[in-house]
């Protein structure tokens, strides 16, 4: 967490443009400092524990389908006993809101 917080995060804080960050609906937005760094959790939580399921917010909103309680359904359903929920960060990085 420490190396994706360095990589992802701790460069973009308070310093990114209007491309960097977008509005999911009215008031809820995300960064690309959020989507990179959940990619990389997810990423590095793969390395160590091969087969784990990782809901994450950005990634879970990207995909068309029902949502994260759907994908965690099936992850049960297929037998699958390790789950990692990433929590947003608040507030978005680098936007200064909430």
Do not use: C, H, Y
Request: no cysteine.
């Amino acid at each position: 967490m420490r190396e994706t917080a360095a990589a992802e995060l701790l460069p973009r804080f308070r310093n990114l443009s209007q491309d960097d960050i977008r509005q999911k609906r009215p008031g809820d937005f995300v960064t690309v400092a959020d989507v990179e760094s959940e990619q990389r959790l997810a990423s590095g939580l793969a390395k160590i524990l091969p087969g784990v399921l990782v809901v994450g917010e950005e990634a879970v909103r990207g995909r068309p389908g029902p949502g994260r309680s759907d994908q965690a359904g099936r992850a049960r359903a297929a037998g699958s006993s390790i789950r990692w929920m990433a929590p947003r960060t608040s507030p978005p990085a680098g936007t200064g809101s909430r």
